[in-house]
């Protein structure tokens, strides 16, 4: 069957690189797809998108005219074209609106329709709420599971166990509901034989978790792995890739990210959190017509889905809206900031009625006080800054190189060997110290809170005198062991967590990056905060103290230095601007911190971006060669429209169909010989005016439903494009008219223009391809593929690392 | 046209209720947690006293209501004379702290039960399923030869073969062979080419 052959061919050859437009082959297999319907089911439905005038009368005549299924859709690893989607939702409002008038089913139908988008953001607040308060729960229960079980009920954490009994002040983790592996073996809970059986318990719960994790991924859904942000940043400039937010990666996605952070790895849950809302977001459009046919709708309703994600993972709704905006989304109308919000509000409710922390807490860092902080503070914290900029800078890099390595070299070729290494080495270092025992976002919390008489942990020991305590308001005071034990320990900590998380972001277990850089920051904030504020209590006399900080008085808050520690050090990395200070303040309850926060979020901004140009997610998508055309970066080169149009002066002249004298057979041999994804028509060869564009998939799909329904139709039947059918003897086979495929409005600009503006064209658009003409006459085709390797050339960067469409 | 029409009729009523469906589900799942009658053991007091004087740091706890969590209803046996009990108890820093032990049992066991569920399927896939594909050795061979190719051409074939496969049994069949190249694919893609998130 030369159809099949036909087919079969032209997937195969896609692979060539010298070709203008690469596919991953055509497939008509709509069932393959998770979001195409299977051709049997659908007929109709939706206008064509552009000759809504040109058929509109003859609609009900000519029932051929009415857009085949599958027509329109995408092929996998492509872009969408944004003009053609925003376009078809306006006709399709259209539509509705002039219908609503007729009857008054009609009308609710219209109301329902505009209702929709309100009705479905309600959905997936509530959906990524529960699913974020089911992880959050299940995480805490497994984490505690590597020390002990309870006994009572088995289904309570270590808190949860002991919630009931009255346990002694200083010794609050302890009783006799919980029980620690080694008493549970053993007997009793004390001695080096105790600690070694807890220390292997410790070990093999890990190793477990963390193998079951990579095997579900690796068994059930490989894009269940790493972050899922710089996919989704690409996802949402344009850019299709089928399965990435269906429902087999939601499922193993919230599975595995309970495991992996469970497992004790140097990891967060905060990036995947974003992934697993924006599948709800992509699971839910299904229900809305409006929203599953359009893939333009789709991303709107996606940028909501995303800060619905970082709502629930902070507790700052606000923060998610703005990450939304700065991080995540390419194009942001107006209209997605409040649907955002909304989604945002009802992620962020839904999590607090489950209640995961008790105490109606969102995260289990939320911190409390609200000391004030003098204006010489200012010095510490943009040394914080500093320190956040360098780590930052130092992070990316190194993780790049490794994940460079991991792509290119034999160790991509073992996944599962890699995740045991790294847990095995993560645990049996982590289990000496007790800060790096405990899980991360308990290291935040404990860091972030600032000692009061009430606290009797090994941090808050300090000296003290009972004479001059004035109920919680302590003065500094001088710091007694326990805490300079805790500093070395803490010192310890910091070493371990900048190098192992270097090697655990990007395994293939699903992986965060916001727990860990906070925790780097808050351990190296509340080290120099507590050096302040010894030096403060030593040397009041000093002239920097003396003016605010006299003896007795409460002036430096380690808690505090902590926190601008941890948001240095995410902004380092992510290069997040208002939404880290935004997250942060929401994070902490009050606006008395702005300053300190902006402060050292601006300085390590200014310190990374001097050392390196991009964000962690910006090098990843830059890694893995994604075709992600940077919103933020300035094109600065002279070079003209011209100088990057295919075809170039050596390649064989442009490929055009002709608008009404080409048969099936040569439409076919064309198809079959070239991989292009689209082909401009023009009137004729000799003349190469311009009439429109058609693209490769509809043509095929056109083309071979035409063979098979409509009678007539043979390889010598001419292909019109014009509205009437040109004039041929009687005797020549039936005619097939594809008007309307063609788009008749394609993006144009002269060989003359600056590549400037055709830069900020296809950005501002979300153009995929756009013709250049020369004095009015067609003359070449400029893809995004070659708009992104002109851009990597011009940046002495690699062009042929851009892989995809 | 008819025909058409209700298709398109039963397509739509198709989504409605399984849209329906699935937000009685949503209320449902959120409503139990909601409505869980707060049981005495879910509430509590807690009260933390620092060491004062010669007394050492205590913590209590009780299952009363948010008006009475303070000092005075809480810490009992009171350590202090009568007339030290107001400095006393401004120190102490009293906490109401509520839970909901039924959202938390039901949480895990759905998450051991779908981890079970998963790892017995896995278990199905890799043990039994090629057991029972043996009869079709005959065609194995096929499949292999083409799925070093790519395994779409094969798609392309069974649209035409299993063109009435209408039983519910096939039907499930085909969408678990279909899903499970999806997974194929998806693995090549991440693992063998490393062509995404490397």
């Known amino acids: ?805 | 046209v008819f025909p058409q029409a209700s298709m398109m009729f039963a397509q739509c009523f198709q989504r409605r209720v399984s849209s329906m469906l699935l937000m009685a589900l949503l209320c449902c799942i959120l409503s139990s947690p909601a409505e869980a009658s707060k049981s005495s053991e879910d509430i509590r007091c807690k009260c933390i006293c620092p060491p004062y004087r010669n007394i050492s740091g205590n913590i209590y706890n009780k299952n009363v209501l948010q008006k009475d969590c303070n000092c005075l209803h809480v810490v009992e046996p009171m350590p202090v004379p009568g007339n030290d009990v107001e400095a006393y108890c401004l120190l102490c820093e009293c906490k109401y702290e509520e839970r909901s032990t039924t959202t938390i049992k039901v949480i895990i066991i759905i998450y051991l039960s779908v981890v079970g569920a998963l790892l017995l399927y896995m278990a199905f896939l890799v043990l039994v399923d090629p057991l029972i594909r043996k009869p079709d050795a005959y065609t194995q061979p096929l499949h292999n030869e083409e799925e070093n190719e790519d395994a779409r051409s094969l798609a392309a074939a069974l649209p035409t073969a299993g063109a009435r496969a209408n039983t519910v049994l096939e039907r499930v069949e085909g969408a678990q062979q279909r899903w499970k190249r999806q997974v194929q694919e998806q693995r090549k893609t991440v693992f063998d080419r490393h062509k995404m998130l490397s």
């Open chain 1, 1 to 805: 069957m030369d159809q099949k052959g036909y087919r079969r061919e032209s997937f195969q050859s896609s692979t060539s690189d010298e070709d203008i437009l690469e596919i991953g082959g055509a497939s008509l297999d709509f069932s393959m797809a998770d979001d195409d319907p299977p051709l049997d089911r659908e007929m109709g439905g939706f206008s064509s998108y552009n000759g809504g005038g040109m058929n509109g009368t003859s609609s009900m005549m000519d029932f051929l005219e009415e857009p085949l299924p599958g027509v329109g859709t995408y092929e996998d690893f492509n872009t969408i074209d944004w003009v053609r989607e925003k376009s078809r939702d306006r006709d399709r409002h259209r539509e509705i609106t002039s219908r609503s008038k007729e009857s008054t089913w009609a009308l609710i139908h219209s109301v329902s329709d505009a209702f929709s988008g309100w009705l479905l953001m309600l959905l997936i607040g509530l959906l990524a709420g529960s699913l974020a308060g089911l992880i959050d729960i299940s995480a805490h229960w497994m984490t505690d599971l590597k020390e002990g079980v309870c006994l009572a009920d088995f289904w309570f954490n270590h808190e949860h166990c002991c919630w009931k009994s009255t346990t002694t002040f200083t010794d609050r983790d302890k009783c006799p509901e919980w029980m620690s592996w080694s008493q549970l073996i053993l007997g009793h809970g004390e001695g080096a034989f105790a600690y070694i059986l807890n220390y292997f318990m410790y070990v093999v719960w890990a190793l477990l978790f963390s193998l079951l994790a990579v095997l579900l991924v690796k068994g059930f859904a490989p894009y269940a792995c790493g972050s899922g942000i710089p996919e989704i940043k690409t996802i949402l400039s344009g850019f299709i890739i089928r399965g990435y937010l269906g429902k087999w990666t939601l499922i193993i996605k919230t599975i595995t990210l309970v495991l992996a952070v469970s497992s004790g790895l140097s990891l967060g849950k905060e990036g995947p959190l974003v992934h697993v809302a924006c599948c709800c977001g992509n699971i839910l459009c299904h229900l809305f017509t409006k929203y599953r046919k359009n893939e333009a709708k789709r991303r709107e309703v996606l940028s909501a889905a995303a800060a619905a994600g970082v709502s629930v993972a902070f507790g700052a709704p606000i923060g998610g809206v703005l990450f939304s905006l700065e991080e995540v989304s390419y194009y942001f109308p107006l209209k997605t900031l409040w649907r955002s919000f909304f989604a945002a509000l009802v992620a962020a409710f839904t999590l607090r009625s489950i209640n995961p922390f008790g105490n109606s807490r969102l995260v289990l860092f939320y911190v409390e006080f609200h000391m004030p902080w003098h204006l010489l503070e200012l010095v510490p914290f943009i040394l914080l800054g500093i320190f956040g900029g360098l780590w930052g800078a130092f992070f990316i890099r190194s993780n790049i190189a490794w994940c460079r390595r991991r792509k290119t070299t034999k160790l991509g070729k073992y996944p599962v060997l890699e995740v045991f290494v790294v847990t095995a080495l993560t645990a049996l270092l982590a289990f000496p110290n007790e800060y790096t025992r405990m899980s991360t976002s308990e290291l935040i919390s404990e860091l972030f809170n600032d000692c009061g008489i009430l606290d009797s942990s090994k941090l808050c020991e300090y000296v003290n005198d009972f004479n001059s305590t004035k109920g919680d308001d302590l003065p500094d005071r001088a710091a007694g062991p326990g805490v300079y034990t805790a500093m070395w320990q803490l010192a310890l900590a910091l070493l371990m967590k900048v190098f192992i998380t270097i090697f655990t972001f990007g395994m293939k277990v699903p992986s965060g990056l916001f727990i860990p850089s906070m925790a780097v920051g808050a351990i190296a904030g509340r080290l120099l905060g507590v050096a302040v504020e010894q030096l403060a209590y030593y040397h009041h006399d000093w002239a920097i103290f003396s003016g605010w900080c006299s003896q007795g008085a409460d002036c430096i808050t380690p808690g505090l230095y902590a926190m601008v520690g941890a948001a240095a050090c995410l902004g380092g990395v992510t290069r997040m601007t208002v939404s880290l200070v935004v997250i942060m303040f929401e994070l902490t309850g009050g606006l008395e911190y702005i300053v300190p926060l902006m402060a050292a979020a601006m300085t390590s901004k200014w310190v990374a971006d001097a050392i390196g140009r991009e964000g962690i997610y910006d090098a990843h998508i830059r890694l893995n060669g994604y075709p992600f055309l940077e919103a933020k970066e300035e094109f600065s080169h002279k070079t003209l429209a011209m100088d990057v149009m295919r075809p170039r002066r050596s390649d064989p002249p442009l490929t055009v169909i002709t608008q009404d004298s080409m048969t099936v057979e040569d439409v076919e041999s064309i198809i079959n010989d070239t991989t292009y994804s689209g082909y401009p028509v023009v009137v004729s060869r000799e003349s190469q005016r311009l009439v429109g564009f058609v693209l490769r998939r509809d043509l095929i799909i056109s083309i071979d439903n035409a063979r098979k329904k409509q009678d007539g139709i043979v390889s010598t039947s001419i292909i019109y494009f014009t509205d009437h059918s040109p004039p041929l003897p009687p005797s020549s086979p039936s005619m097939l008219k594809l008007r309307s495929i063609l788009d008749l409005s394609p993006f144009t600009v002269t060989d003359q223009t600056p590549m400037e503006i055709v830069v900020d064209i296809f950005r501002k658009l979300g153009l995929r391809q756009c013709l250049v003409t020369h004095n009015g006459k067609l003359l070449g085709i400029i893809t995004k593929k070659d708009v992104l390797k002109h851009i990597a050339q011009m940046a002495n960067q690699d062009p042929d690392s851009i892989l995809f469409n």
